[in-house]
């Protein structure tokens, strides 16, 4: 058995971190949500009333609070920058609408792509992003690329909203993710598209298990094969 890089790309609410996380725990491997330490450096930023043309100050910021991930009493992925716990903080809408002009800063992007291949330094890892299979991991073992209508990953995204006590209104989320699709597809620097060796899977309609499994399949053929 060979532990190996699984990358999963795609498109807000596409279903990325749910089946990634119950892909890890079924492994065994670590789950990083690449989409968490975006919002993270956003997070910062707005804090701090930072704006695109202080990407120093967004990096100092980062450096003297590290992000770093835990785990609740219920064994759901806490986030910490340095010992602030922004778990449902870095969920809120003010951080969801800045994510876009964050995330296109190179810089930041520079800084983030380093601490992700660090941790993934030693395989046996399922990351979630936009650009994993392409900037990130571009050698990972296992690239899937997940997509679904905009209806889907806006109820999706609604009720997992409910869920957190978010409260959200499904026509401006479906507004707010065709607008996030588009700029994570349209900004300069790796932008949100599939890798030319990856798999692309259309969840729209597909249940969760079913997702999990497609991707499972895949998997452990791969780290059979050794
Ligand atoms: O997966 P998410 O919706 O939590 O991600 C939040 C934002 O972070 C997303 O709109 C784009 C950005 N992102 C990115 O640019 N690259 C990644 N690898 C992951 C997320």
Same mark, same amino acid.
């Given at each position: 058995?060979?532990?190996?890089?699984?990358?999963?790309? @795609?498109?807000?609410? =596409? @279903?990325?971190?749910?089946? #990634?996380?119950?892909?890890?725990?079924?492994? &065994?491997?670590?789950?990083?949500?690449? &989409?968490?330490?975006?919002?993270? #450096?956003?997070?910062?930023?707005?804090?701090?009333?930072?704006?695109?043309? %202080?990407?120093?100050?967004?990096?100092?910021?980062?450096? #003297?609070?590290? +992000? =770093?991930?835990?785990?609740?009493?219920? @064994?759901? *992925?806490?986030?910490?920058?340095?010992?602030?716990?922004?778990?449902?903080?870095?969920? *809120?809408? /003010?951080?969801?609408?800045?994510?876009?002009?964050?995330?296109?800063?190179?810089? +930041?992007?520079?800084?983030?792509?380093?601490? *992700?291949?660090?941790?993934?330094?030693?395989?046996? +890892?399922?990351?979630? &992003?936009?650009?994993?299979?392409?900037?990130?991991?571009?050698?990972?073992?296992?690239?899937?690329?997940?997509?679904?209508?905009? %209806?889907?990953?806006?109820?999706?995204?609604?009720?997992?909203?409910?869920?957190?006590?978010?409260?959200?209104?499904?026509?401006?989320?479906?507004?707010?993710?065709?607008?996030?699709?588009?700029? %994570?597809?349209?900004?300069?620097?790796?932008?949100?598209?599939?890798? %030319?060796?990856?798999?692309?899977? /259309?969840?729209?309609?597909? /249940?969760?298990? @079913?997702?999990?499994?497609?991707?499972?399949?895949? #998997?452990?053929?791969?780290?059979?094969? /050794?």
């Amino acid at each position: 058995m060979k532990p190996i890089r699984i990358a999963i790309d @795609g498109p807000a609410s =596409s @279903g990325k971190s749910t089946v #990634a996380k119950i892909i890890a725990k079924d492994l &065994g491997y670590t789950y990083l949500d690449t &989409g968490a330490m975006y919002r993270s #450096a956003t997070y910062l930023a707005l804090k701090n009333h930072l704006t695109e043309s %202080d990407v120093a100050a967004i990096l100092e910021q980062m450096a #003297a609070h590290p +992000i =770093s991930f835990g785990r609740a009493t219920d @064994g759901s *992925q806490t986030v910490f920058l340095g010992d602030e716990d922004v778990t449902l903080a870095i969920r *809120q809408n /003010d951080v969801t609408n800045n994510v876009s002009w964050v995330s296109a800063l190179p810089e +930041i992007r520079e800084e983030l792509v380093k601490q *992700q291949r660090r941790i993934a330094r030693d395989g046996a +890892i399922i990351m979630d &992003g936009r650009d994993i299979g392409t900037v990130v991991l571009p050698d990972a073992e296992l690239k899937i690329f997940l997509v679904a209508s905009v %209806d889907e990953r806006a109820e999706r995204r609604f009720k997992e909203n409910q869920e957190k006590g978010i409260s959200t209104n499904l026509e401006i989320l479906k507004k707010e993710i065709a607008e996030r699709d588009y700029k %994570d597809s349209h900004r300069k620097v790796s932008p949100l598209k599939a890798a %030319d060796d990856a798999i692309t899977f /259309d969840t729209t309609g597909v /249940d969760i298990d @079913g997702v999990v499994s497609f991707i499972s399949e895949k #998997a452990k053929k791969i780290i059979d094969m /050794d």
